[in-house]
């Protein structure tokens, strides 16, 4: 089962600051009005006004047991009602009753099998893209509301999440499965089978990361790739899989070992691991490029500083002729050419 904390299905808070009580549980005096009219007693009064105004915060009736007691405090002073009185329904058909009265009054229609149509229809069609159940049951307790319908029971959206979430991913699964050839499925299963030059199955060769940026790392990568590119054309099996699932089934097969795997039936073994390679193909090529730019960067600094050093090098040589011509410029004849030249050098200079 979901977890209900992991959705948006309204509940109640555990702790519900005194803030939130007069914001969302305060009766009004038509409310008050309203209950009193429809009521024979002061336990029938609190519990229909607890009714309402839980219908009103969370969009469905809460069982009154799972009413927190500081709400049920809460409303009892509010309408100053004897110290002790709990609400209580002495017959079914009073709860029924009270809460055919709160739907008409908010305006809700109370129509459970069009409901369960609609929180069906937005799961299958969420359910392509998405995995995660407390993603689809939020979806389609959005659908719900904006039909302006009562919610079903959280029970009723987590079953029905479970269900259909299994017949959409078998169905994905079974696509994949069928856009394969019997020779590369075997080359899959062999994954399982066949080890790797360090003892384990080929299957962990999907699973390694990208080692540090070196020449021979890059070479090993280059293999790496041409060997997953000999497993099939992995574009071909995921054709029409939204890319959110892969993630999903490449996530899962990539915590299991391969011992785990070869309990899996055969359908769902094959998409997982096809869904792995699928990913292990786009990654070696990411890693490639990464790679390559890390290399050609550092190779590009290392050029640089060497630059560097040979502009050093060769301005210290410059200084040095320089510093012998003007030792050879002092010691030249006056009036000659060369101190001619010296003397309009000086005063272009200047």
């Known amino acids: 089962m979901t977890s209900i904390e992991r959705t948006a299905y309204p509940r109640f808070k555990r702790l519900i600051t005194a803030h939130e009580l007069h914001l969302f549980f305060s009766p009004t005096r038509d409310e008050l009005q309203w209950a009193a009219d429809a009521t024979d007693g002061d336990e029938h009064l609190l519990a229909l006004l607890l009714v309402l105004k839980s219908y009103q915060r969370m969009g469905c009736f809460p069982a009154l047991e799972d009413v927190p007691a ?88 987590d079953k029905m999440a479970s269900k259909i979430r299994t017949e959409v991913n078998a169905s994905i699964r079974e696509g994949i499965h069928d856009r394969m050839s019997p020779v590369q499925r075997a080359g899959l299963l062999r994954l399982l089978e066949e080890r790797d030059a360090d003892g384990t199955t080929l299957f962990n060769r999907l699973k390694k990361p990208a080692k540090g940026p070196t020449w021979s790392h890059f070479k090993n990568l280059a293999k790496r790739r041409e060997w997953l590119d000999e497993l099939g054309d992995t574009s071909v099996w995921m054709d029409s899989v939204a890319t959110g699932k892969i993630t999903d089934f490449a996530g899962e ?23 792995l390679t699928h990913k292990a193909r786009m990654r070696v090529r990411d890693d490639l490029a990464t790679m390559f730019c890390k290399r050609v960067a550092t190779k590009i600094k290392k050029a640089k500083e060497e630059l560097e050093e040979i502009r050093l090098a060769e301005r210290e040589i410059v200084e040095a002729l320089i510093g012998n011509y003007r030792t050879v410029l002092k010691n030249i004849d006056d009036g000659g050419p060369a101190h001619q030249a010296v003397q309009k050098a000086t005063a272009m200079t200047a």
């Open 253 to 275: 097969a990539d915590a299991t070992d391969a011992s785990e795997l070869r309990d899996y039936a055969p359908i769902k073994q094959i998409a997982l691991i096809a869904c």
């Open 70 to 157: 500081q709400v049920v405090e809460f409303v009892r002073r509010q309408v100053e009602l004897p110290e002790g009185t709990l609400p209580v329904y002495r017959a079914e058909r009073t709860a029924k009753h009270h809460r055919g009265l709160v739907r008409k009054k908010v305006g809700v229609k109370y129509d459970q099998g069009e409901a369960r149509r609609i929180v069906e229809r937005s799961i299958r069609r969420e359910a392509a893209a998405k995995n995660r159940p407390g993603d689809l049951i939020n979806i389609a307790l959005e659908k719900v509301v904006e039909a302006g319908l009562e919610l079903p029971g959280f029970s009723t959206f």
